[in-house]
């Protein structure tokens, strides 16, 4: 993740994102909300292809297919679309990481290993 993160540094600079004063509070306030607002569009773009997704998969169990035909003809359907809006979700993500200097791939197994820990915590007192 480190090697994805630092490859997005250098295509933002390379593109000439991220130009505005740091430190400035407006331009931080402003450049915060409108990755927020990208990455939620984004997200939104993702439920999208699952809408897209179920209707294909009622048009191919109309058409007689079975359930798990139709499903796996309409993930298929959607695979390329879905792979764009999901890789644009992660640039916006590597985008706030890197803003607040996280290291992402700590991060992630971090919130796993707290995961693993809470689950094995209920299981005990269940």
């Known amino acids: 993740m480190e090697k ?11 593109m000439g994102y991220n130009l505005f004063d740091e ?17 939620t569009t984004e997200v939104a ?7 897209s997704m179920f209707d294909q998969s009622e048009k191919f169990l109309s058409e007689g297919y079975s359930d798990i035909e139709a499903m796996a003809l309409a993930k298929e359907s959607i695979k390329d679309n879905l ?3 999901l890789a644009d979700c992660l ?3 590597l985008k706030l990481a890197n803003y607040f200097e996280y290291d992402l791939e700590t991060e992630l ?16 007192h269940k």
């Open 23 to 39: 430190n400035s509070f407006q331009a931080n306030q402003t450049f915060l909300l409108y990755i927020h607002m990208l990455l």
């Open 109 to 124: 197994y971090s919130k796993l290993e707290e995961i693993k820990r809470t689950r094995k915590r209920y299981k005990i």
């Open 45 to 51: 773009e993702v439920a999208e292809e699952f809408r």
């Open 4 to 14: 994805l993160q630092n490859y997005y540094r250098s295509f933002e600079k390379e």
């Open 83 to 85: 792979g764009k809006e």
């Open 91 to 93: 640039a916006y993500l």
